[in-house]
């Protein structure tokens, strides 16, 4: 059996998430007391008790949703289950941070930083009302991206990501992805529908982003990952730590390719997707994207617990 580990973006975030692991794994609960001291708030009370709209803001799901995957991987690993059970790791989006803070790429404290900086400098790189995406299903990629391109009409539009193989995501100026979607439509989308989001991600608009962020990623240390990382925007395996920085810089305003990330890694071999942390979005892309493999969500005392038991 080949495993990858694989670990959600932003909108997997709820109330509650992590807290059983916290309760149940020392180790756990280490990890939000280590993200609560890195941003000098206490993140963990938000996280566990607070209310949804101020969680989902992105400043703040970005390192929750590491947080609670983190606080996964320790509670795996104090139960003998370590990454020298892995071959790959990956993850969706700002789900990268948590897969490379995994495999010791970052620590945890550089980790939570440089995703409450990528949350706000994405939020700001635009300014209200003038961004959208919209997801359209029925389509696949090259498809979408015909429409993205017939709708931009000097605007940005583009494919943000290319979630499973009917699934996509467009991004980029409100009134050319509002065409998009009536285009999509025209083309045979079974639905192409606006997202309720507060900023155009992985586009061409967050460039300043992405400035901000190559910056930041300077100040931090990045190891080589423990096992390699299956990067977004490339959809193959890197280890060298200066390619990894280009990339996640890469990453603001390029396409996520995770339907393609799976598919390099079922071609290498991996048989179990892992779902390291809240929610179970991308088994269910796996799982539309490759049949053969095996997929197991990891969020849960009980989910690990199952895990031991094979």
């Known amino acids: 059996m080949s495993i990858a580990f694989v670990f959600p973006g932003q909108g997997a975030q709820t109330i509650g998430m992590g807290k059983a692991l916290a309760e149940a794994y020392p180790a756990a609960r280490a990890v939000f007391d280590e993200v609560d001291d890195a941003l000098g708030k206490k993140l963990s009370d938000l996280i566990w008790d607070g209310d949804i709209e101020t969680l989902t803001l992105t400043e703040n799901a970005q390192p929750a949703l590491m947080a609670t995957s983190m606080a996964a991987v320790r509670s795996l690993e104090a139960e003998g289950i370590g990454l020298d059970r892995v071959d790959f790791v990956a993850g969706h989006s700002l789900g990268e941070y948590s897969a490379l803070a995994a495999a010791g790429a970052f620590s945890v404290a550089d980790a939570a930083r440089l995703l409450r900086i990528r949350g706000r400098a994405m939020q700001q790189a635009v300014p209200v009302g003038e961004g959208a995406m919209a997801a359209i299903l029925g389509l696949d990629a090259t498809a979408a991206a015909d429409v993205a391109t017939r709708a931009a009409e000097g605007e940005v539009c583009q494919i943000a990501n290319e979630n499973d ?66 990067a977004n925007v490339v959809a193959s395996a890197v280890s060298d730590p200066a390619d990894i920085r280009s990339l996640l810089v890469d990453q603001v305003t390029g396409r996520v390719r995770w339907k393609t990330s799976v598919e390099w890694m079922a071609a290498e071999g991996v048989t179990e997707f892992w779902e390291i942390g809240a929610g179970k979005a991308l088994s269910g892309m796996i799982r539309r994207i490759t049949r053969e493999a095996g997929t197991r969500n990891i969020g849960t005392p009980e989910d690990i617990q199952a895990a031991l038991a094979g």
């Open 165 to 230: 193989p009917a699934q996509n995501v467009v991004s980029g100026h409100k009134a050319a992805v509002e065409r998009a979607t009536v285009l999509a439509k025209e083309a045979g989308a079974k639905r192409a529908l606006m997202l309720p989001v507060s900023a155009p991600f992985h586009c061409a608009l967050m460039q300043p982003a992405a400035a901000e962020m190559a910056e930041a990623l300077e100040q931090v240390t990045l190891n080589a990952p423990k096992v390699p990382l299956v």
